[in-house]
């Protein structure tokens, strides 16, 4: 990824530590001046979603990217399965449940340059929920998911042999 000189990355280490960013990108609010910008998934999202509450509280202005594919993504990759799914939230709302304006619902590639335009000048905390498909993944993803799938398979018929012994 490409940013400008003064920028700071955090990021969590890839999925071995899932609903990390929502607590995380509160913290960075607290020590930066710029805005600080978040992409969230929302298995993950549900995780720390009540932090949005201490951002609107502290006057913290993020903007939020929640990539809404209805459930663990990364998981599906790995196995799918119905444990897989989640309760579908209207995350969008939820700024408004903690006392600040409804966020942005975005399912159109016009809808998110709308979005766009709307969190750059907003002084407060943007929230934009773009609803995806739940199997839009990146090539990357999808071999890294089928990697993890074999090591697991592998791992547990160790594990079985080794019981049988």
């Known amino acids: 990824m490409s940013f400008p000189d003064d920028t700071t990355y955090i990021a969590q280490m890839f999925y071995h530590s899932i609903g990390y ?36 509280k502290q006057g913290y202005r993020p903007i939020i990217f929640l990539l809404n594919n209805q459930g663990y993504g990364i998981e599906r990759t790995i196995h799918d399965g119905p444990y897989n799914d989640l309760s579908s939230w209207r995350y969008y709302l939820l700024p408004q449940v903690f006392g ?14 709308e979005a766009l335009t709307i969190a750059e000048s ?9 609803q995806v498909d ?7 993803l999808r071999k890294t998911g089928a ?16 019981t049988q012994a």
């Open 134 to 140: 739940k199997y839009d993944f990146g090539d990357l």
């Open 21 to 56: 960013s929502v607590g995380a990108t509160l913290g960075a609010c607290t020590e930066q001046k710029r805005r600080v910008l978040l992409f969230v998934g929302d298995g993950s999202f549900q995780m720390g979603a009540q932090e949005i509450a201490t951002m609107i």
């Open 100 to 113: 600040s304006e409804p966020g942005i619902l975005v399912q159109t590639e016009g809808q998110l340059e």
């Open 147 to 162: 990697a993890m799938a074999v090591s697991i398979q592998n791992s547990m018929e160790e594990q079985a042999e080794t």
């Open 122 to 130: 907003a002084n407060k905390l943007t929230f934009i929920e773009v």
